[in-house]
């Protein structure tokens, strides 16, 4: 039996004396109300009403009951408006600052389409886990290695020139005592400045012989960027990036690199029912989506120019 909506027929029909107005006040019809009455009467063992052709009257044993059921119901709707202003409260999710204007607003308004209202708050890798860890935040797109990720983005290198070939390798870099200028360094941006993406790259700046120098931890993306187009230096990038600063983007020769995404809850929450119905729109905001459709045209294109 729907205890509440027994116990709301009832309050609104001795409010009104008679089922046919009751029902119409609680917005049932008079027979499910006069069903709901007749459930709960048969559950007390006690009639509630003394019913007429015209009129509902209460006996003693409902006029007894009538306060209780009055609190029961309104506790019950004191509980539906809680649940509906919680839906409403904002979502407060950390998100990397790799996405795009336009890609963060396609995500709060798909969000919104499905009744959750996104507050984002656009941070470094190592912020997103402080903002997670101190519960300023309901959740976080961490950071996180390519065997424990749920969206990931493959990672190359860009250059403001054509570099002419279908995967870049950083020995190419190498530079001899006697070569004439600077040498050419690679930029990592905060986002990718985190030990699975900067440590392999390390360990191969390394093993090829590059100068420390040419492996540069940027501290932005905007200086990054600014270095690479204006000199012959490359960028860290995702080909969405690369295309978004009109430089040329290739994947990586001796080493496959990706960036990892994983959401995160703060203290007990469970953030699998956002990623139930929002994980394409995260996938599309960080650039996955995209990333995987776009890697076969980008390899024709590859291949085309080719060395």
Same mark, same amino acid.
């Given at each position: ?15 009104? #004396? ?50 209780? $059921? ?7 709707? !004191?509980?539906? /408006?809680?649940?509906? $202003? ?47 860890? +101190?519960?300023? !935040? ?20 860009? #250059? ?12 190419? &870099? ?18 990718? /400045? !985190? ?11 390394? +093993? @090829? ?14 200086? $990054? ?26 994947? @990586? ?6 960036? #990892? ?6 203290? /007990? ?23 995987? &459709? ?7 294109? &590859? ?5």
């Amino acid at each position: 039996m729907d205890l509440v909506g027994a116990c709301r027929a009832f309050v609104s029909v001795s409010e009104y #004396g008679s089922f046919t107005d009751g029902a119409a006040a609680a917005r049932m019809s008079q027979s499910v109300a006069s069903r709901r009455v007749a459930a709960l009467e048969e559950r007390f063992g006690e009639p509630l009403f003394e019913r007429t052709s015209r009129r509902a009257v209460l006996t003693p044993f409902g006029r007894d009951m009538l306060p209780t $059921a009055r609190q029961l119901v309104q506790a019950a709707d !004191v509980l539906l /408006d809680e649940a509906e $202003a919680v839906k409403r409260k904002p979502w407060r999710l950390a998100v990397p600052g790799i996405c795009s204007t336009v890609g963060l607003a396609r995500l709060v308004a798909e969000a919104r389409g499905h009744g959750v209202t996104l507050d984002l708050r656009v941070a470094a890798p190592t912020q997103r886990r402080e903002l997670l860890h +101190a519960q300023q !935040v309901r959740a976080a797109l961490l950071a996180v290695p390519a065997d424990e990720a749920t969206w990931s983005v493959p990672l190359g290198l860009a #250059g403001a020139k054509d570099l002419g070939v279908r995967r870049f390798y950083l020995e190419t &870099l190498r530079v001899g005592r006697a070569s004439p200028g600077p040498a050419r360094r690679v930029w990592i941006q905060p986002e990718d /400045d !985190v030990p699975h993406i900067r440590d392999p790259l390390t360990r191969l700046r390394d +093993a @090829l012989g590059l100068r420390p120098a040419q492996l540069v931890a940027a501290a932005d993306l905007t200086s $990054a960027a600014a270095e690479v187009l204006c000199s012959g230096d490359l960028l860290l990038c995702s080909l969405a990036q690369a295309e978004e600063l009109a430089l040329t983007w290739r994947p @990586l020769g001796e080493v496959t690199l990706g960036r #990892g995404f994983a959401l995160a809850a703060a203290a /007990d929450g469970n953030p699998q029912h956002i990623e139930a119905r929002l994980g394409d729109a995260i996938a599309r905001c960080l650039g996955a989506g995209a990333q995987g &459709l776009g890697g076969g045209a980008q390899a024709g294109t &590859l291949a085309g120019s080719a060395q």
